[in-house]
């Protein structure tokens, strides 16, 4: 994923005759999606979670930014690294 900060951005649509038919969509960032994933694999990871308790959703959502923040960190690492010569 290199270049922009988007994860799944859309291009809006235009007729020929200049109507928007659908509008241009961000999409969420980086940042967002890699935290839902990280998210996603610690609440499967949490016994509790499938009993339908949650032990510390605050927790378990800073762990998940923190995962996103990180693996960004380790992106930008590896893409500085490829340019060099």
Known sequence: MT???SAFPTPGIKRDDGVVLEW?????????FF?????QGLCAAQPDMQ????????EIASDAVACADAL????AKAETKAEQP
């Open 72 to 75: 960004l960190k380790e992106l």
């Open 24 to 32: 241009p969509q961000p999409g969420l960032t980086k940042r967002e």
């Open 35 to 39: 935290a839902a994933l990280a998210m």
């Open 51 to 58: 009993r339908g308790t949650i032990i510390d959703e605050d």
């Open 3 to 5: 270049g922009g900060n």
